[in-house]
């Protein structure tokens, strides 16, 4: 069966104009997004919608020459979580100041009138808003004006999820191959680590405390199950202190647990939350972060009690990384990272600093800068 773009060649070639390039036309397609939905979608996609702006993280992977060429709205979550990567979009692409926003959909407060009037040719919606966007059905609402929309997850489980979001959003940006080759150079930097793990299988595994936005609220302490962050450290020759205690990706550690279980190393993550608590205690890492700031702040974290007294403190094992890892495809530059900090021998010739940085040569639109991890090791 002659697809319309297939049909147009065709009479392209009957009325002598074989040598003239035609614009590239859209051919339905069918997807099986993260939550099992087959979805068909025209593609290569030209107008699409973010249900969050920090999904700019895989777009910008897959049109990293021109990234925001087919955003027609995104949501405004990007400049106030990862402010320092916003502000280094809007310098070299300053039309992104007046691409149309839109509110969360857990908060309500996403515009479905404001998103059908820009007649994208998809929304890509995050695992995690499936239950608000279920209870406004929103997906019956787009699909009624004939927008599709699919889900991907970096964020949830991203060990499982990552490579066929990538794959998915691939195929809908016409860029398989791009799409593959990061999911390859994904895959071998983390085999650097877990290649090298496996040849020494009796190395003692330190007990880790991961702390999700250290110092975002005055509540102690989040934490990740077996999943995310919590996996990182697994991956990384590790032993995530939550792991028994959250059944699932998110959940919360108490202090006094915290006390009792003593971790050999703490890792707090954290990023500029000024947008969300103005002058929080939140160890502000980003993209060319104040280092200075940051350790000043990791610091304090560590006077709570929870802390204080932990093997980890008291070693000069404490680290923050950007919390940012947890929900990009970019986690095999912190299991690096997380690796050389728990095994700095074994790994002191990896270099994190240069996978990040072959990682935005490689991919990214932008030029690296340094500021995502810090430690209080002395002279770190």
């Known amino acids: 069966m002659l697809t319309r773009r297939h049909l147009l060649s065709a009479l392209a070639v009957t009325a002598g104009l074989a040598t003239t390039a035609l614009p590239a036309l859209a051919d339905k397609v069918t997807v099986t997004d993260i939550v099992g939905r087959k979805v068909e979608v025209d593609a290569p996609v030209k107008r699409i919608i973010l249900g969050e702006g920090r999904q700019m993280y895989f777009v910008g992977a897959l049109d990293r020459d021109e990234p925001f060429k087919r955003v027609v709205g995104w949501r ?14 809007a310098k070299r692409y300053p039309e992104i100041a007046k691409l149309p926003t839109f509110g969360g959909m857990k908060e309500g407060a996403f515009d479905v009138e404001q998103a059908i009037s820009l007649k994208p040719d998809v929304l890509f919606l995050n695992i995690e808003a499936k239950i608000a966007s279920d209870e406004a059905r929103l997906v019956e609402k787009l699909a009624s004006a004939g927008i599709p929309a699919v889900y991907v997850d970096f964020r949830e489980k991203p060990f499982e999820h990552t490579e066929p ?23 071998e930097q983390i085999k650097v680590v877990t290649d090298r793990l496996a040849k020494a299988p009796d190395l ?18 989040m934490s990740f199950g077996n999943e995310n962050f919590g996996k990182m450290v697994e991956f990384a020759g590790g032993r995530n202190l939550a792991a028994p205690l959250i059944p699932g990706t998110f959940g919360t550690v108490n202090a006094e647990q ?5 971790p050999d190393v703490v890792i707090v993550t954290g990023s500029n939350w000024d947008g969300y608590v103005p002058g929080g205690n939140w160890v502000g890492l980003g993209y060319g972060a104040d280092m200075t700031e940051a350790r000043r702040k990791l610091t304090n974290l560590m006077k709570r009690p929870a802390f204080t007294q932990t093997a980890a403190v008291k070693n000069g094992r404490v680290h923050g990384i950007w919390h940012q890892f947890y929900n990009s495809p970019y986690q095999f530059v912190a299991i690096q990272e997380i690796a050389k900090w728990l095994h700095p021998e074994l790994f002191k010739d990896v270099d994190p600093g240069a996978t990040i940085k072959l990682l935005h040569e490689r991919f990214l639109p932008l030029p690296y800068e340094p500021g995502l991890w810090v430690s209080l090791e002395a002279g770190k």
């Open 258 to 262: 915290i006390v009792a279980s003593n």
């Open 204 to 221: 003692k595994r330190p007990l880790v405390m991961i702390e999700r936005a250290g110092g975002y609220s005055d509540d102690c302490c």
């Open 165 to 187: 979001s990538m794959r998915l959003i691939g195929k809908l940006f016409g860029k398989e191959q791009v799409a593959e080759d990061f999911i390859t150079f994904r895959a």
């Open 76 to 89: 405004d979550d990007l400049g106030k979580a990862d402010p320092e990567t916003f502000r280094a979009y």
